[in-house]
Nanobody
């Protein structure tokens, strides 16, 4: 079992920045990939970004160039730096991990609201 706990959500104005963090505990030796999904009201959950234990990253087209995912293996931490935020980035952001692909384990989610 892996437990994921997110932090760092909140309210920010358009053009602003936020940093999300996700701490993993439990059977962390089983984790190969970590990442973030988001779900806006009335929409399906979508991949935002992922990073493997080897540092290979993947981003949604909508966030590429604005968001940066990073991983601190020593601290079992994955972070998402979000810059140039837009109202359409408003969603609940979920941390997830997997032994092969994302989605084995999920955090409780953290709300990100981009509004003036």
């Amino acid at each position: 079992q892996v437990k994921l706990v997110e932090s760092g959500g909140g309210l920010v104005q358009p053009g602003g920045s936020l940093r999300l963090s996700c701490a993993a505990s439990g059977s962390i030796f089983s984790i190969y990939v970590m990442g973030w999904y988001r779900q806006a009201p009335g929409k399906q959950r979508e991949l935002v970004a992922g990073i493997t234990s080897g540092g290979i990253t993947k981003y949604a087209v909508s966030v590429k160039g604005r968001f940066t995912i990073s991983r601190d293996a020593a601290k079992n931490l994955v972070s998402l730096q979000m810059n140039s935020l837009k109202p359409e980035d408003t969603a609940v952001y979920y941390c997830t991990s997997g032994g092969t692909n994302l989605g084995d384990y999920w955090g409780q989610g953290t709300q990100v609201t981009v509004s003036s």
